[in-house]
């Protein structure tokens, strides 16, 4: 078992920048492929980007590809996502998720991923 807390969302004019952070309990990270989504009311969930156990592979959604940067420190048990150049369209609550057992061709997925944190609301507008 891992739980998963995320931090670091809030309010941004469009153009800034901001820092999520997703931190780990349990487990050992470095055991497991961890993601982020996002999602808006009504709306299914979006996957944003992803990040393989050791950290050597990362993929991204196209609309995000170019200002966002996932990372992962398995020594912090931490996972954060950088994100520049916010639009409008990047306002979501966001979402960590984590597996142990998910394949590479998969990352995209979110049935594939079991352990979920609570979100963090990001907002971006004038």
């Known amino acids: 078992q891992v739980a998963l807390t995320e931090s670091g969302g809030g309010w941004v004019p469009p153009g800034g920048s901001l820092r999520l952070s997703c931190a780990a309990s349990?487990?050992?990270?470095?055991?497991?492929?961890v993601a982020w989504f996002r999602q808006n009311p009504g709306k299914e969930r979006e996957f944003v980007a992803a990040?393989?156990?050791?950290?050597?592979?990362?993929i991204y959604a196209d609309s995000v590809k170019g200002r966002f940067t996932i990372s992962k420190d398995n020594a912090k048990n931490e996972v954060s996502l950088q994100m520049n150049s916010l639009k409008p369209e990047d306002t979501a609550v966001y979402y960590c998720?984590?597996?142990?057992?998910?394949?590479?061709?998969?990352?995209?997925?979110?049935?594939?991923?079991?352990?979920w944190g609570q979100g963090t609301q990001v907002t971006v507008s004038s």
């Open positions: 998720a984590a597996s142990a057992t998910i394949i590479t061709s998969s990352m995209r997925d979110d049935e594939r991923y079991g352990y």
């Open positions: 349990g487990r050992s990270f470095s055991n497991y492929v």
């Open positions: 990040i393989a156990r050791r950290g050597g592979n990362t």
